[in-house]
T-cell receptor, first 116, second 113 residues
């Protein structure tokens, strides 16, 4: 069974500081990995994705993530956080199922607070 | 290009009633998936429809059902509502073939009283 662990429920950083959100996954085959961001009462916005190839992927809003197969991790990073980055961040794992199609399994999310 | 549209945005229903939620995917996308988000259980997969057929299903009771139309629009129905069905219901749109990302709508906030 596939699963995702986001060990940090809440993280607080100062504006301008660097950010790293942790994500560990369990998946039987080659995983597809995603990071989504959610503002209060809103849907999920895709930040970046990893399917294959280069293990360092760039996303929107200056975010990047690195896939480390040996550590089963897909941590999200940003060099300098802006106040508008305050939101909840979800890591997700998926893959093509036997009968086709995708099913995403999400972590429990990390709530990011940015101090001015 | 228009995004994923979910209607209505908010709903209040009484226990025992039924409800239908709607999702219009991104033009050209043939797969629609539904997720339930609650504070206690987080984001959970309900089911996925592709070309009018349910292709995958999560672990939810039969009260939760869905369908997809020929234009890829999808509806989700919940019958005999329970208080625990109060949640944000999210629809995700994808091409449905191979490795593909999912794009989410704004969600429908369902409150059962």
């Amino acid at each position: 069974a596939q699963s995702v662990t986001q060990p940090d429920i809440h993280i607080t950083v100062s504006e301008g500081a660097s950010l790293e959100l942790r994500c560990n996954y369990s998946y039987g085959a080659t995983p597809y990995l995603f990071w989504y961001v959610q503002s209060p009462g809103q849907g999920l916005q895709l930040l970046l994705k990893y399917f294959s190839g280069d293990t360092l992927v760039q996303g929107i809003k200056g975010f990047e993530a690195e896939f480390k197969r040996s550590q089963s991790s897909f941590n999200l990073r940003k060099p300098s956080v802006h106040w508008s980055d305050a939101a909840e961040y979800f890591c997700a794992v998926g893959g093509v199922l036997t009968g086709g199609g995708n099913k995403l399994t999400f972590g429990t999310g990390t709530q990011l607070k940015v101090e001015l | 290009k228009a995004g994923v549209t979910q209607t209505p945005r908010y709903l209040i229903k009484t226990r025992g009633q039924q409800v239908t939620l709607s999702c219009s995917p991104i033009s050209g996308h043939r797969s629609v998936s539904w997720y339930q988000q609650t504070p206690g259980q987080g984001l959970q997969f309900l089911f996925e429809y592709f070309s009018e057929t349910q292709r995958n299903k999560g672990n939810f009771p039969g009260r939760f059902s869905g369908r997809q139309f020929s234009n890829s629009r999808s509806e989700m129905n919940v019958s005999t509502l329970e208080l625990g069905d109060s949640a944000l219901y999210l629809c995700a749109s994808s091409s449905g073939t191979g490795a593909t990302e999912a794009f989410f709508g704004q969600g429908t906030r369902l409150t059962v009283v």
